[in-house]
């Protein structure tokens, strides 16, 4: 089974503060994700890598950064919180799967982190 | 971008059918998602389709329809367990990745 996990289920820092989020995946997943999810506004792509080193910037990236020194890894960086950032923080790792006949890139999605700024 | 659409939320009785709707724009469509979310918990994936049809997995099923830019979830056979959110996702291709953008999500409440 695939598994990825994140460093926290739960953190609460203060505005200003520099947070970093982890993600790591034991299944040698090319690409990895960074979404957050709020009410009303669903899933929004944060960054997404497909491979070490290399970062792309998703739908809201302001405030955010990345980093991904190793395949298995994928941080998320909030240089300096805001309450605006308030949020549950999703990572997703994907691989090609055949599905129904067909390969297709499946996201699989750790448990998150649901971050407070004070 | 991309537009997509599905009820907020739901509500069905146990051991009965539900069908959850989806619609969307896209430009540059390339394959269409479903993903199971209970509260608190991390999506998983349920189903995919990128061709016109239904595609069945045992009390789950979905069908796609490209010419009309929509989708369902077919959940039979109720059961409490199914209490989630449901979140349609496309695949853009225009975007040149692997990006999925996601629907706000379906909340099933199933009851007694």
């Known amino acids: 089974d695939v598994k990825v996990t994140q460093s926290s289920r739960y953190l609460v820092k203060r505005t200003g503060e520099k947070v970093f989020l982890e993600c790591v995946q034991d299944m040698d997943h090319e690409n990895m994700f960074w979404y957050r999810q709020d009410p009303g506004l669903g899933l929004r792509l944060i960054y997404f890598?497909?491979?070490?080193?290399?970062?792309e910037k998703g739908d809201i990236p302001e405030g955010y950064s990345v980093s991904r020194e190793k395949k298995e890894r994928f941080s998320l960086i909030l240089e300096s919180a805001s309450t605006n950032q308030t949020s549950m923080y999703l990572c997703a790792s994907s691989a090609e799967v055949l599905t129904s006949g067909t390969f297709t890139d499946t996201q699989y999605f750790g448990p998150g982190t649901r971050l407070t700024v004070l | 971008g991309q537009n997509i659409d599905q009820p907020t939320e739901m509500t069905a009785t146990e051991g009965a059918i539900v069908q959850i709707n989806c619609t969307y724009q896209?430009?540059?469509?390339?394959?269409l998602f479903w993903y199971q979310q209970h509260a608190g918990e991390a999506p998983t994936f349920l189903s995919y389709?990128?061709?016109?049809g239904l595609e069945e997995k045992g009390r789950f099923s979905s069908f796609l329809s490209r010419s009309k830019g929509y989708s369902y979830l077919l959940l039979k056979e109720l059961q409490m367990k199914d209490s989630a959110s449901y979140l349609c996702?496309?695949?853009?291709?225009?975007?040149?990745?692997?990006?999925?953008?996601f629907g706000t999500g379906t909340r099933l409440t199933v009851i007694p």
């Open positions: 890598s497909y491979d070490v080193k290399m970062k």
């Open positions: 389709n990128v061709l016109d």
């Open positions: 896209t430009s540059g469509f390339n394959g």
């Open positions: 996702a496309v695949r853009d291709q225009r975007t040149g990745a692997n990006n999925l953008f």
